[in-house]
């Protein structure tokens, strides 16, 4: 009889129930719902992965944000930073509560405008802003902020061009104890190169003095640094003011207040993270220590992205499969990974099962279902025995995981969004292949038998118009195509009997007529909602406006 071969045991240790010596264990929670809505039935619908946005919870976060500031500075003014999620409903639901759109390339300029936003109710930051994007911006009255020396002089050949004398502030590099600085952008206050660039502006006879813009970092625990920030930017002001005869406009003291997201290398949970009232605490309470008791406040302006939508924000994914690595541990393979959830190399985010945690739980590794061995959203969390085909709930993921998702292996999928009424609706289609594939063309002479490319035009000559007849011969199927996504009527998706009943239903999942229809490429006149008004936080006077106060419109 032979001898039976040794088989190496796998020991696991398994945390027995939901509680220890503080209490209830934080990362065994569960997450059968979202706002209502049962996380099963929103996957069965709308497909799997899928990111859900919360509307109550932005809104709430939204009006919190906005009471934090409107007590403790009577011209505060809040604006939303489009690269942290510029999907339209949610750039939506910010202006409706009277946000200004926050921008940083022509791009996000563009789609603001396409959202109907006016020129005047535009920020626009960023270091690389083209001539043509410039030009565009002092037409349309955005409030800008040049980052170095070169816009000033592109600035101020388009005032020479167009016979106007725009309204231009600076973004100013300051020390707040941050590290490390973000001393790439804008003018540096310490060296003195702020003070060259207002001169400039103010003595050059072109331009007329903005506003001043500082943002001091990403994701900031410490909100002490933004009052050390607003306090150098006021006296930088107070300096201005005394040498040059002229005041800053308004003061912008931008964003990176931190979400509840945990870092990486952050040890406590970042439910710690400071509320947004300490932020606007620190910050007004510099702005009113620095004035001089008899000149007004200046306007404070406040880029907020990530601390409003990141907690709003879900990402449901599917099991695919489960496994045991090499050293014994547990891992699942779901369909979300890195190429939807790019941020997760910074955070621990939370990963809650659809279902109840009423048994032995595990520490277990997550990866995502691409062919790339870094491609892993969690390293280790605890969570029970996960079946395929059943869900996990990622969160915090509202802030920059749509901006920065891509179409790497896998193509991207649906976004919705749960309204204040429970009832969800797509605010963004999942992709198909023809989206990917829609730019691309494929010369003749690299085509194939059946491929079903769409084949480049003839090469033209070489010369002065070659960019001319490269333009015209790039319309064609694909713009026909997006004429007629255009043209599609589109009604709104219901889910099953589980959500909550008060609106129409819309056509049966899958067909062509469930997909949303491209938006218009051109502001529809009148959209603008009434409430949001003519940028004049607490009274501050539009820079560009009439005699009457009123703003001059193109």
Sequence with gaps: MSKSRYERPAIVRNAVGLMNKAGRRADLSEREHLDGVPIETLCREFGSPLFVFSERRLRARIREAKEAFARRHPRAQLCWSYKTN?????????????????VVSGMEYAKARRMGVPGHRIVFNGPAKSPEELARAVR????????????????????????????????????????????????N???????????????????????????????????????????????????????????????????????????????????????????????????????????????LLVEIGRSLIDDAGTLLSTVIATKRLGNGKRALVIDAGGNLLFTAWWYRLNVAPAKPVDAFVEETSIFGPLCMNIDCIRESVALPDMRPGERLAISPVGAYTVTQSMQFIQLRPACVLIGEDGVPEVIRRAEVLEDLTGPERVPERLRQPGCAAVASPAAPALGPEADGRLAAASTGPIEAQAA???????????????????????????????????????PVPGAWPAAAAPFRPGGLADPHAGRNGTARRE
Excluded at 86 to 92: G, V
Excluded at 172 to 180: F, H
């Design 86 to 102: 510029y999907l339209d409903a949610i750039c939506a639901i910010h202006h409706s509560e009277g946000s200004l759109a926050e």
């Design 484 to 522: 007629g996504d255009a043209s599609r009527e589109t009604g709104r998706r219901r889910t099953s009997d589980a959500i909550p009943s008060g609106r129409p239903a819309g056509p049966p999942p899958g067909t062509a007529s469930s997909l949303p229809p491209l938006s218009p490429a051109v």
């Design 140 to 187: 349309e009255r955005a409030i800008l902020h040049a980052d170095h020396l070169e816009e000033i002089y592109r600035l101020e050949r388009i005032a020479e061009e167009s016979g106007e004398r725009p309204t231009v502030g600076i973004r100013v590099s300051v020390d707040a104890g941050i590290q490390p600085r973000w001393d790439r952008f804008g003018f």
């Design 189 to 299: 206050l310490e060296s003195g190169q702020a003070m060259q660039a207002v001169r400039r502006i103010v003595r050059g006879g072109k331009l007329q003095l903005g506003g001043l813009h500082s943002h001091i970092g990403t994701f900031v625990l410490d909100p002490a640094a933004y009052g050390r920030a607003a306090a150098a930017v006021t006296a930088f002001a107070a300096e201005i003011e005394r040498e040059l005869g002229v005041r800053p406009t308004h003061i912008d003291l931008g964003g990176g207040y931190a979400s509840t997201n945990t870092l990486g290398s952050e040890y406590h949970s970042g439910a710690l993270a400071p509320p947004i009232a300490e932020y606007a605490e620190a910050i007004c309470s510099a702005l009113v220590a620095g004035g001089n008791g008899t000149t007004p406040l200046a306007p």
